[in-house]
């Protein structure tokens, strides 16, 4: 087959790519070209900014792909130059999507299914705030499926919506499993905020990719959102204590006020899965429609760690401020 990847050189893009080149299918990637790849040479790469359209138009002008998957789209606005681009030229338009969906939606509880889908949205949070962005971020999401929603009921256009959590990876380049690795290693505790303490609901990148595929060869799910998520839902606790007992040491979370946190700019960094942007997705559908099944939490976190062990990134920045952390305790006798 013929697919099109939208992104390709990071994280789950990457990992896209050179499963479909192994299962034989020809792959062309379009993308910026901004970061260096290690990509099969049969791969067709294509530059360019996909945010602007007359980039994307002179690049995939004209050509047809059976399927086209977009790591990239992030906002609304660049929903109708895709669907101009390709309508009536692919089979199937795969849109990475977010359960961000859900936490900018009021009056849903955890776990989120696809029908909690409509409903009131909730206002904007305090301008330029980590959670203004990562409302905003779930806002330009839902107007991105709202645009390919009106694009399949007006003109066939065939995309499905795969909505994912937290993408725990090898290659997130965020490094936010890894902080916690290096902070558990370390020997001393882990910072959490009190509130909130949502429990985790993750997807590992290998099932998302297993997702994509299952779509690609069956071609099921047209017009329709589906939601990608593990089976566990643990505490952060437990979650620490898993990973701390496959590195073989005991994990020691320490709960602190929010406010002093951030008053000392410790978060997200102390602890990034302690947001409340962290969605809890109910995986029902994806498993009866299209058969779905989902890597146990602690066989990822075991090769996760293990990559790790033998590919130490650089200690990213999000780590430098870890003596601080350790200050602060030290500092505080009541800190929750």
């Not at 909130?196 to 060869?217: E, M, S």
């Amino acid at each position: 087959m013929k697919i099109l990847v939208i992104g390709g050189t990071r994280n789950l893009g990457h990992r896209l790519v050179h499963k479909l080149v192994g299962l034989g299918h020809s792959v062309t990637v379009f993308n910026r070209g901004k970061t260096q790849d290690n990509l099969p040479e049969s791969v067709e790469r294509l530059h360019g900014d996909r945010t602007d359209p007359a980039q994307l138009t002179h690049a995939l002008q004209g050509r047809s792909f059976d399927t086209v998957v977009d790591n990239a789209l992030y906002k609304g606005a660049e929903v109708d130059p895709v669907v101009k681009l390709f309508k009536g030229q692919i089979g199937q338009y795969i849109f990475v999507s977010t359960g961000q969906v859900y936490l900018v939606r009021e009056g849903i509880e955890r776990p989120f299914h696809e029908d909690d889908y409509e409903g009131r949205l909730m206002p904007s949070p305090k301008p330029n705030t980590y959670g203004s962005e990562e409302w905003l971020y779930g806002i330009e999401k839902r107007r991105a499926e709202d645009a390919l929603k009106a694009a399949w009921e007006i003109q066939n256009f065939p995309y499905t919506s795969l909505r994912l959590p937290m993408v725990n990876s090898e290659r997130d380049h965020f490094h936010r499993l890894y902080n916690y690795i290096l902070r558990l290693k370390d020997g001393g505790p882990i910072l959490a905020p009190s509130t909130p303490n949502y429990p985790l609901r993750h997807v590992y990148a290998d099932d998302v990719v297993t997702a994509i595929l299952k779509l690609i060869d069956t071609g099921i799910g047209k017009g329709q959102s589906y939601n990608i998520s593990q089976d566990e839902t643990v505490p952060l606790d437990e979650f620490l204590a898993t990973l701390g007992g496959i590195l073989g040491v005991e994990a020691q979370v320490v709960r602190v006020r929010r406010d002093t946190l951030e008053a000392n700019g410790f978060l997200p960094d102390c602890s990034p899965f302690s947001e409340r942007w962290m969605s809890e997705l109910d995986n029902t559908r994806s498993k009866q429609e299209f058969g779905m099944t989902y890597t146990p939490l602690r066989d990822y976190l075991e090769k996760i760690v293990a990559f790790y062990a033998e590919n130490p990134p650089p200690k990213p920045a999000s780590y430098i401020r870890r003596r601080a952390e350790l200050l602060l305790l030290e500092h505080s006798e009541s800190l929750a």
